[in-house]
């Protein structure tokens, strides 16, 4: 069962541009699940505005393609690659519904430095 998630949540991560997702971990723990994931990311202006559409995306494919409840996702950066369209004119991100109150889910983006997605 823990592969299978693994596998949409990475899907879920790739859905954002030029992110490329690494190891992840799906972690049941009592009603919920914990979900571990590791993701290469352009740099430049968007990356902070991607680190939260991950863990947007990630609770989504949790919830709605798993049926799972997500108590914790914990994205690490490991990468930063070269943003393939620098000009942030060009950036759109958009935050997908939420259709249920979570406690903010967060990323670490370079120490120091934490995005969070209310849930």
Not at 68 to 95: E, G, H, Q, S, Y
Not at 99 to 111: D, G, I, N, S, W
Request: with cysteine.
């Amino acid at each position: 069962m823990e592969a299978v998630a693994a596998r949409a949540v990475r899907a879920a991560a790739e859905t954002i541009s030029e992110v490329r997702s690494g190891p992840c971990l799906v972690l049941p723990d009592d009603d919920a699940v914990g979900v571990s994931l590791d993701i290469h990311a352009p740099a430049g202006p968007s990356l902070p505005d991607n680190a939260v559409l991950v863990l947007e995306r990630v609770r989504q494919a949790a919830d709605r393609e798993l049926g799972m409840t997500v108590a914790v996702v914990d994205i690490r950066i490991t990468d930063v690659v070269p943003d393939p369209d620098p000009d942030p004119r060009n950036k759109r991100a958009v935050l997908h519904d939420r259709t249920t109150t979570r406690p903010p889910a967060q990323a670490t983006l370079v120490e120091g430095v934490t995005a969070e997605a209310e849930g």
